[in-house]
């Protein structure tokens, strides 16, 4: 499962709900969802490598 920094609960390594694997404009990687605890809004930046497990540990793509 994809992990994240939640703004709102000022927690690291919080787990991503519902993440999806996007494409920045200038070709980074990016993981987008839901916190698991209070339901904001996450983002995590992404190296290919691992953008690519994300997607095989069952992320959607959308790029």
Do not use: H, W
């Not at 200038?26 to 995590?44: E, H, I």
Request: a positive charge; glycine letters at 12%; charged letters at 35%.
């Amino acid at each position: 499962m994809t992990e994240g920094y939640c703004v709102k609960c000022k927690k690291k390594g919080q787990k991503m709900k519902d993440p999806k694997i996007v494409q920045t404009a200038r070709g980074g990687y990016m993981a987008k969802g839901k916190c698991t605890d209070c339901g904001c809004n996450m983002c995590a930046m992404l190296s290919k490598d691992n953008a690519d497990k994300a997607i095989k540990d069952g992320a959607k793509k959308s790029f």
